[in-house]
């Protein structure tokens, strides 16, 4: 007899796999950049160099002003019915 519904275990293991050795390989990247910079930090004229990096990087990717309407429609609110 066929099953009625069909068993994508296979695939899922496969996927959550491949999604885990992303996310180890992303957080140790992150962690040798941690130890690059605490590095750094510890020599006089590269700490310098690389506060004012971390500094515009900070303010280009977190202060930047986004209106609330823009993150509206890119999450596709305008687009359900009850809206």
Known sequence: MD???Q???????????????????????????????KFALRTPSIGKRYRKEAEEMLKQSF??????????????YYLLPEN
Do not use: M, R
Request: with cysteine; net charge negative; glycine share 2%.
């Open 63 to 76: 202060f930047t002003f986004v209106p609330n309407t823009h993150v509206l429609s890119e999450e596709g």
């Open 7 to 37: 068993n994508d275990q296979d695939y899922l293991a496969a996927k959550f796999h491949i999604n885990d050795s992303h996310v180890s390989q992303a957080c140790h990247l992150a962690f040798l950049k941690i130890q690059s910079w």
């Open 3 to 5: 099953p009625f519904i």
